[in-house]
């Protein structure tokens, strides 16, 4: 009798863990984000929103890592861009999340204010750290209540730059604003079937920002205080007053009608514009053989240098990271994507590599020429370029002010003064305000 009861006792138990087993999987099956990986068997999550042909790079990386470590096995998994950030954070808030993640630098703040981000200072040795773009690491620097610190690091990078089609250069375009805009009129016919234009250049305001600076136009100044009506006033007014001028040449497509500068630069009725490294296999396609990029125009021939925002693709970790065996397992990876190799084939891809010591004018077959270029334009713009702002005020407040303020002026709804000083009160009262 005994015997049959203890039986029947471990048949039930059974039962039970069996019916407890598949709740918990269907439990994972509804809230995937919410489950944490079994960690004792080496398993390394990595998220990412990478597109083809990067998501490829990326994949083949990954598993290069995981031949040559076979104690650890990191697993990829896509994510929709839209979502990734608020992904990641429900998921560690909830207990699990994956171990780290490839997100752009300006969501950082955020992800810091929430408590999700394991701290990056410590992970690897300043002489690794100094091998690193210097601009696209400052953008995965955060500033805390201890002053800035780093919260991931950067794999690769986007910024701005010229883009031209050199069948119409017999070298490279002016260096300086006045006479490019010069040039690229004497190349225009608006009244062509169909029209041509020397420059297609959509001025929304992340691609127009850096010339603020250019013109000695200020948001804020070295305390991090509002000086937009103040010290950056002039500059800033004359930066709004020639983006107008620009949208109103009738020999130049300049505007905010980001969707006709597309449609001139695709059917090639375009010769040159400005815009992000991401797009660079954009112009490959629309200019193949004769694609060229080179750094920003000057101002003027005497000065005022450009400085765009420059944005990194980062490597997060998850402020939950356990023991020591998954924080070095984790580091051995980022050191992975940082070595030469994986750079390389990061370029090959056509993103921008961060890896100073990676030899953009050695003649690798394996890498067209076109790329090798355009990557040395984009790594001498990213010398003068200002880290991207990653901050939860300057996603939420500061960015919405300032489209603001340079849509109406260069719509002409307002004048450049006008726009100005709205934009500064509205500041004030934002960041400032009780």
Same mark, same amino acid.
């Given at each position: 009798?005994?015997?049959?009861?203890?039986?029947?006792?471990?048949?039930?138990?059974?039962?039970?863990?069996?019916?407890?087993?598949?709740?918990?999987?269907?439990?994972?099956?509804?809230?995937?984000?919410?489950?944490?990986?079994?960690?004792?068997?080496?398993?390394?999550?990595?998220?990412?929103?990478?597109?083809?042909?990067?998501?490829?790079?990326?994949?083949?990386?990954?598993?290069?890592?995981?031949?040559?470590?076979?104690?650890?096995?990191?697993?990829?998994?896509?994510?929709?861009?839209?979502?990734?950030?608020?992904?990641?954070?429900?998921?560690?808030?909830?207990?699990?999340?994956?171990?780290?993640?490839?997100?752009?630098?300006?969501?950082?703040?955020?992800?810091?204010?929430?408590?999700?981000?394991?701290?990056?200072?410590?992970?690897?040795?300043?002489?690794?750290?100094?091998?690193?773009?210097?601009?696209?690491?400052?953008?995965?620097?955060?500033?805390?209540?201890?002053?800035?610190?780093?919260?991931?690091?950067?794999?690769?990078?986007?910024?701005?730059?010229?883009?031209?089609?050199?069948?119409?250069?017999?070298?490279?375009?002016?260096?300086?604003?006045?006479?490019?805009?010069?040039?690229?009129?004497?190349?225009?016919?608006?009244?062509?079937?169909?029209?041509?234009?020397?420059?297609?250049?959509?001025?929304?305001?992340?691609?127009?920002?850096?010339?603020?600076?250019?013109?000695?136009?200020?948001?804020?100044?070295?305390?991090?205080?509002?000086?937009?009506?103040?010290?950056? /006033? =002039? #500059?800033?007014?004359?930066? &709004?007053?020639? +983006?107008?001028?620009?949208? $109103? @040449? !009738?020999?130049?497509? *300049?505007? %905010?009608?980001?969707?006709?500068?597309?449609?001139?630069?695709?059917?090639?009725?375009?010769?040159?514009?400005?815009?992000?490294?991401?797009?660079?296999?954009?112009?490959?396609?629309?200019?193949?053989?004769?694609?060229?990029?080179?750094?920003?125009?000057?101002?003027?021939?005497?000065?005022?240098?450009?400085?765009?925002?420059?944005?990194?693709?980062?490597?997060?970790?998850?402020?939950?990271?356990?023991?020591?065996?998954?924080?070095?397992?984790?580091?051995?990876?980022?050191?992975?994507?940082?070595?030469?190799?994986?750079?390389?084939?990061?370029? /090959? =891809? #056509?993103?921008?590599?961060? &890896?100073?010591? +990676?030899?953009?004018?050695? $003649? @690798? !077959?394996?890498?067209? *020429?076109? %790329?090798?270029?355009?990557?040395?334009?984009?790594?001498?713009?990213?010398?003068?370029?200002?880290?991207?702002?990653?901050?939860?005020?300057?996603?939420?407040?500061?960015?919405?002010?300032?489209?603001?303020?340079?849509?109406?002026?260069?719509?002409?709804?307002?004048?450049?003064?006008?726009?100005?000083?709205?934009?500064?009160?509205?500041?004030?009262?934002?960041?400032?305000?009780?």
């Amino acid at each position: 009798m005994h015997t049959r009861l203890a039986a029947l006792y471990a048949l039930l138990a059974a039962l039970v863990l069996l019916l407890l087993t598949a709740c918990t999987a269907s439990s994972s099956e509804a809230n995937p984000v919410a489950t944490p990986l079994p960690t004792s068997r080496g398993v390394l999550l990595l998220w990412h929103a990478w597109p083809a042909p990067t998501s490829q790079v990326l994949a083949a990386s990954v598993e290069r890592f995981n031949r040559a470590n076979p104690e650890v096995q990191v697993l990829l998994q896509s994510r929709p861009a839209t979502s990734l950030r608020d992904d990641f954070a429900a998921a560690v808030v909830e207990g699990g999340g994956p171990h780290m993640a490839l997100l752009p630098s300006h969501t950082l703040g955020s992800l810091v204010d929430r408590g999700v981000l394991r701290a990056a200072d410590d992970l690897l040795a300043p002489n690794e750290l100094n091998r690193l773009l210097p601009a696209a690491l400052g953008a995965t620097q955060v500033e805390t209540a201890v002053g800035l610190q780093l919260y991931g690091l950067p794999i690769s990078f986007d910024t701005l730059a010229l883009y031209y089609n050199r069948a119409n250069f017999t070298g490279s375009p002016p260096d300086d604003t006045v006479a490019l805009m010069a040039t690229a009129r004497g190349l225009s016919n608006p009244t062509g079937d169909p029209p041509l234009w020397g420059l297609a250049y959509n001025l929304s305001l992340d691609r127009t920002i850096g010339y603020l600076y250019a013109f000695e136009g200020q948001i804020f100044d070295a305390q991090g205080q509002v000086a937009l009506g103040l010290e950056g /006033r =002039a #500059g800033s007014e004359a930066w &709004l007053a020639w +983006l107008a001028e620009l949208r $109103d @040449d !009738p020999h130049l497509l *300049a505007g %905010l009608d980001g969707i006709a500068v597309d449609s001139a630069l695709r059917t090639q009725q375009a010769v040159m514009t400005i815009d992000w490294a991401h797009a660079l296999p954009t112009y490959s396609a629309i200019w193949p053989g004769n694609l060229g990029v080179a750094p920003l125009p000057q101002l003027t021939p005497g000065g005022g240098t450009p400085r765009p925002y420059l944005q990194s693709e980062t490597l997060v970790f998850n402020v939950r990271l356990g023991n020591s065996g998954e924080q070095e397992a984790a580091v051995a990876l980022a050191r992975h994507l940082l070595a030469e190799t994986t750079q390389r084939d990061l370029l /090959r =891809a #056509g993103r921008q590599p961060v &890896l100073l010591s +990676l030899d953009l004018s050695s $003649d @690798d !077959p394996s890498i067209p *020429a076109e %790329l090798r270029s355009a990557a040395s334009a984009f790594r001498t713009q990213a010398a003068t370029a200002l880290p991207m702002p990653n901050s939860q005020h300057a996603n939420d407040v500061v960015w919405g002010i300032m489209q603001d303020m340079h849509g109406n002026a260069v719509r002409r709804l307002i004048s450049p003064a006008q726009a100005v000083e709205s934009a500064d009160a509205l500041l004030r009262a934002r960041l400032d305000g009780p």
